[in-house]
């Protein structure tokens, strides 16, 4: 074993420092190894900084107010395209007019259905009628005190028996068809009771009784008061009573469907709602009387559209009625074509009732349908590029460039190309090296010339996703609805599954995407 000599120096008190020599022993000792870094731990250690740096920067971004990117996949969709028209409704409907004047009380309501010579409505003409309305009220009250104390012995006691039957069965058949959701029986209730009751009042006058033959006198001459002073509307034929009108229900009927210009399907008309409980004039409507539930919808159509119609077709139509949009199932009934439009009537038995107060309607059909790359309307942006002459530009293996001519000198420009068709080619403006009023050289060689940038081209787009900038891509549009557009996937820089941006009102083209 080897030994070394070690000096040590050793201080003791009281003296100067010594040096003292004495042999340690040393053995040899392996070379130790040099320790390298773990694959693993460097992975995570880089792993554990990138995910340090994204949550620095994430709450850097929340706290400074940062957008959120809102991002959709493209897909392939379709859509419907509606086409919107101006049209003409006619229908076959009369108007009762009151010859009279006064207040009307009326025995349905609107949209109820009426029977032909129904007594519709009762207008009474001033004071008179409605003071001998309640003397004659009075007088049957009191007959009716006096007969009932005799009843008994009345000849006419079946035949009163019988009234009071009927009322009570008209009561209970109505009472179990408003069960049952129809409450037109309400007013067939009213009148089939007056009726009995009104037999039953007249049996006990006419019955010969000497308590009764002073107001039986009494009530025939208020009887006579009111009818000069009342006057009974009846429905001349059955249908639906509509409390409105506009003037025009004679000039369009279905017999006049062919004299229908295009101004009468465009013009707007005045509607005058009637009350039920406002007096009405001498001379002036009271109610309307719509005979059948088959109506028209009479309408110019371009004939770029209606050239693939056919009489007999089936349509969908759209309207919005009271703030409300109501949808019809129509066939064609009629063509007549011209040089510009054709005149189409549509017919239908449908929903009549949502369009009882209608004339004139704009209304939409959809006949168009359009399939393609379906974007949101939201993601959609336009850009302007410079168009430039497409035998400007060269092609090599750097890509695409121009040469830009600058008081006499000649510079090679780098351009990046948009989209491009056979005359020109569209691409971005920048404003550092090509712009419009730069002049550019079209040809090579002593045949070239000089060419001076002044159009410009707008193009739609989207702003993608696909990397770490929002980068735009322009899409050839096919159709477009509120909602959506449909693009051509094969006139389009923009593909199938591409990542697009939907709130680009809040992002512009070379934003940061995290």
Do not use: H
């Not at 056919?310 to 969908?316: H, P, Y």
């Amino acid at each position: 074993m080897a030994k070394r000599k070690k000096n040590r120096s050793v201080k003791v008190k009281g003296s100067k420092v010594r040096s003292v020599s004495y042999a340690e022993e040393r053995s040899p000792s392996p070379k130790k190894k040099k320790r390298r870094g773990s694959p693993i731990n460097v992975l995570t250690v880089v792993l554990f900084a990138i995910i340090m740096i994204y949550l620095v920067k994430y709450a850097f971004d929340f706290a400074t107010g940062s957008t959120t990117v809102a991002i959709e996949t493209v897909d392939y969709g379709t859509i419907d395209i509606p086409n919107a028209f101006n049209g003409l409704i006619v229908r076959d409907e009369y108007v009762e007019t009151s010859e009279s004047g006064g207040e009307p009380t009326f025995n349905y309501g609107e949209g109820d259905k009426v029977k032909k010579n129904a007594l519709v409505c009762t207008v009474r003409e001033g004071e008179t009628a409605d003071n001998a309305e309640d003397r004659l009220r009075t007088i049957d009250e009191s007959i009716i005190e006096t007969q009932k104390n005799r009843v008994d012995i009345s000849k006419y006691k079946d035949d009163i028996t019988k009234a009071e039957n009927s009322i009570l069965s008209s009561v209970e058949s109505a009472q179990a068809g408003i069960s049952a959701g129809s409450y037109n029986d309400v007013y067939t209730m009213r009148n089939a009771v007056q009726t009995q009751m009104d037999i039953r009042t007249d049996i006990w006058i006419n019955e010969n009784s000497e308590s009764s033959d002073s107001l039986a006198s009494q009530r025939r001459t208020y009887q006579t008061q009111i009818s000069k002073n009342t006057e009974n509307l009846t429905a001349a034929d059955s249908g639906i009573l509509v409390l409105s009108c506009d003037g025009n229900e004679e000039k369009f009927t279905p017999d006049t469907l062919e004299t229908v210009t295009k101004k009468d399907t465009t013009t707007s008309y005045d509607i005058t709602y009637l009350s039920k409980t406002t007096a009405v004039e001498k001379g002036s409507p009271a109610f309307k009387i719509v005979r059948s539930n088959t109506w028209y919808i009479c309408a110019y159509i371009d004939n770029t559209i209606a050239s693939e119609w056919e009489i007999g077709d089936t349509k969908t139509i759209r309207a919005v009625v009271n703030k409300t949009e109501k949808a019809v199932d129509v066939t064609i009934d009629s063509m007549t074509a011209g040089e510009t439009e054709t005149c189409v009537v549509f017919k239908t038995n449908s929903n009549v009732q949502d369009f009882l107060s209608e004339r004139s309607i704009e209304f939409y059909i959809t006949d168009s349908s359009y399939e393609g790359l379906k974007i949101p309307n939201s993601a959609i942006v336009e850009k302007t590029f410079i168009k430039i002459p497409a035998s400007c530009v060269m092609e090599s293996l750097n890509g695409y460039s121009v040469v830009k001519r600058t008081d006499g000198k000649d510079d090679l420009i780098n351009v990046e190309i948009e989209s491009q068709d056979e005359e020109f080619a569209y691409i971005r403006q920048d404003f550092e090296n090509l712009k419009i009023g730069d002049v550019i050289l079209n040809g090579t060689g002593e045949n070239a010339s000089e060419y001076k940038l002044s159009e410009v081209s707008t193009k739609v787009g989207v702003l993608t996703a696909n990397g770490a900038y929002a980068k735009f891509a322009s899409i050839s549009v096919l159709g477009q609805n509120s909602q959506y557009t449909i693009a051509d996937a094969a006139e389009s820089s923009l593909k199938a599954y591409d990542k697009i941006i939907t709130n680009t009102s809040e992002i512009t083209e070379g934003d940061e995407i995290y």
